[in-house]
């Protein structure tokens, strides 16, 4: 049994094949690409993905998933699973009428714990509800949320989602103190969860090199940092 971690799937979102771009590239047609490189705003603003670019995202993220998770893992899943909106809302691309459970029963994974993102809405009917889990694990806290904002020094390690592509890891540094956070946002790691092996040597390797590095850290600083 392996335990995993995951964030923004965003299952049901035409949009975010929009914000992402380039890293969803592979879910769009070639009208889409073509309109997105262009770089012109209003032709960008006004494009509406279609409803095939959008099933295969979902499609393709349910198979990835499934690649790497199997039936009796656990699952950590840190916010916006999926975008849950009226019909309105789907007309603008910005999620559609959907019920998370249909999705879930498609997915390996024999116990979920999700963390609440800032699309998770009641209508999605997640199992759990809570804007932050504390794991212990080696002797280590960790703080699984789904805002980086919200991370907290007294952690030894944080786990995050909701910049998507932005960066993968960082450092936190308050008065003399460093802690890594590390995005398990789908968008970097090739749109599947990474597990807590592969979480743990990820940190082991950047505490060694912090113990390498004597010097003084400039208060209250989010910085990236290189993998």
Known sequence: MNTWFSSDYHFFHANILKYVYPT????????????????????????????????????????????????EDIVYFLGDFGFSASSVQAFRGEGQPYNSDDLIEQMNGKRWNFVMGNHDKKSNKLKTKTNEIILKQ????????????????DYDLIL???????????????????????????DVWNMMPINLD?????????QSQRNKIAKWETPSIIKDINN
């Open 24 to 71: 969803r590239k592979e879910f769009m047609n070639q009208e889409e690409i073509r309109i997105m490189e262009s770089k012109n705003e209003i032709d960008i603003d006004s494009l509406k993905i279609c409803d095939d670019s959008v099933n295969k995202m979902n499609l393709a993220i349910i198979r990835k998933h499934n690649e790497r998770v199997k039936k």
């Open 138 to 153: 080696n002797d280590l806290n960790i703080q699984l949320i789904h805002d980086p904002t919200y991370a907290k020094i």
């Open 160 to 186: 995050c989602g909701h910049v998507h592509q932005n960066w993968k890891i960082k450092e936190l540094h308050y008065y003399g103190k460093s802690r890594l956070i590390i995005n398990v946002g789908v």
């Open 198 to 206: 592969e979480i743990l040597v990820i940190y082991y390797r950047w």
